[in-house]
């Protein structure tokens, strides 16, 4: 149903800033709950944040007050504005997206291949 191709990740030194952009083809993004999630090496993939298809928002506690989801259907893409990076925050970012979700932080059937963000000291 969709294709998502994650952009924007790079090296950035801890405090500073940086935005990742998530990509969606079809004319149907607007109809799409979509998330950021990210996986650091020998961890879990952990949620980060989500945007829902009303435009409502929801974040985990790591990330809450730092990191800001959005989405400009318009150009079918969604963003992660991250401020105040840590040297922990180092990991492989993806972008998710579900026609049908029962919670933020489940049920994502499409995915990206991922953009790397390494911060560092």
């Known amino acids: 149903q969709v294709q998502l191709v994650e952009s924007g990740g790079g090296l950035v030194q801890a405090g500073g800033s940086l935005r990742l952009s998530c990509a969606a083809s079809?004319?149907?993004?607007?109809?799409?709950?979509m998330a950021w999630f990210r996986q650091a090496p020998g961890k879990e993939r952990e949620f980060l944040a989500a945007?829902?298809?009303?435009?409502?928002?929801y974040y985990a506690d790591s990330v809450k007050g730092r990191f800001i989801i959005s989405r400009d259907n318009a150009k079918n893409t969604m963003y992660l504005q991250m401020n105040s990076l840590k040297l922990e925050d180092t990991a492989v970012y993806y972008c998710?997206?579900?026609?049908?979700?029962?919670?933020?932080?489940?049920?994502?059937?499409?995915w990206g291949r991922g953009t790397q963000v390494t911060v560092s000291s």
């Open positions: 945007v829902s298809r009303s435009f409502s928002t």
């Open positions: 998710a997206a579900a026609r049908f979700t029962g919670s933020w932080v489940t049920g994502y059937n499409y």
């Open positions: 079809g004319p149907t993004f607007s109809v799409y709950n």
